[in-house]
């Protein structure tokens, strides 16, 4: 076979090789937007969290796994494909490689079988924690090795993206346990600490009654799952009585929601008169502060205005100043 005819068969197979791997995408691609389509029964939003409230968590569940499934078919096909076509463009240089070959790589897999054993192992990991839906793309989890929001589930690696938006790639092989913390519900947990000689039971009613409004308003009772619950008193310490609020809501509202109770808690003490002592230093860690990766949601308000100085307030276009407050200096 000429030089030329070899170009020339070595092309038509790059370029089958092409055209089979956009034709499998394609059907791939094709085959998940009808899912998810059927799944969101035409909704607009792309965000699988956002029709959480619409769908039940099962069709939420089966968004998530299909587009996972997706990914990691797409790769699938990328690899395989590659593969054929490099052993045929072998095989039209040289029939004779193919044959040597053959035996030089039945002697590197005996040599490298310990190695490839991680392989297989991440590459099956991969395909089950998808399969028994264990976590999906936009899942908020905890994997032991890094905690955060799941950007993508490869064939041997996952992304996950963590509150600090440091994007971790754990190995699927090395996962051993994962904590889905965006499957079926949240528990909004709020520890009140308030000085000895406060009315426990007084503050205890206020604090119900604080939660079941913010439960009951038009703003959040569409997150709340559940009547908020008050468990008494917690603990104890040498400073302060500890009382516990829960409230179960959706998992995508739970950051919004907790933000908006511990701010009411405190209004409504501040109303009885109750001081609150002070408290030591919270830093959030695993799941505390996975949970604030996915971004705040709160119902829209109008912004807080600012008051600046008319001679620090620069001049963008604007017909006029802010008023100042009466007896504040100009």
Do not use: C
Request: a positive charge; glycine letters at 8%; hydrophobic letters at 50%.
């Amino acid at each position: 076979m000429s030089v030329l005819a070899k170009a020339i068969n070595i092309a038509v197979i790059i370029i089958l090789a092409l055209l089979l791997r956009w034709i499998l995408r394609v059907v791939i691609d094709h085959v998940v937007k009808r899912i998810v389509s059927g799944v969101k029964k035409g909704q607009p939003s792309d965000d699988t969290q956002a029709i959480a409230a619409a769908s039940p968590l099962a069709a939420v569940r089966i968004v998530q796994r299909t587009r996972t499934l997706g990914t990691v078919l797409g790769n699938i096909v990328n690899v395989i494909i590659f593969i054929v076509a490099v052993l045929l463009i072998v095989g039209v240089i040289d029939a004779s490689i193919i044959g040597s070959f053959a035996l030089l790589s039945a002697a590197i897999g005996a040599g490298l079988g310990f190695g490839a054993q991680n392989i297989v192992k991440d590459v099956l990991g991969g395909i089950f924690m998808v399969t028994e839906d264990q976590l999906g793309v936009g899942d908020v989890v905890d994997t032991g090795s890094a905690t955060g929001v799941v950007e993508s589930v490869g064939i041997r690696v996952t992304q996950v993206r963590d509150v600090n938006g440091t994007l971790w790639y754990v190995r699927n092989g090395e996962i051993l346990r994962v904590g889905n913390m965006s499957q079926g519900w949240a528990r909004v947990i709020v520890d009140l600490a308030v000085p000895y000689d406060a009315d426990i039971d007084a503050v205890e009613a206020k604090m119900l009654e604080t939660a079941e409004v913010l439960a009951t308003s038009g703003k959040w009772r569409s997150r709340v799952l559940e009547k908020p619950e008050i468990w008494g008193l917690e603990s104890i310490s040498a400073e302060a009585l500890v009382i516990r609020v829960v409230m179960k809501v959706r998992t995508s509202a739970k950051d919004d929601v907790s933000r908006e109770l511990r701010m009411r808690l405190k209004r409504a003490l501040d109303e009885m008169g109750v001081r609150l002592p002070s408290l030591s230093t919270v830093v959030l860690s695993g799941f505390d502060g996975a949970t604030s990766v996915k971004g705040a949601r709160p119902p829209k308000t109008k912004p807080t205005p600012l008051l600046t100085a008319p001679d620090t307030m620069p001049r963008l276009g604007r017909k006029r100043r802010p008023t100042l407050p009466e007896g504040s200096e100009s």
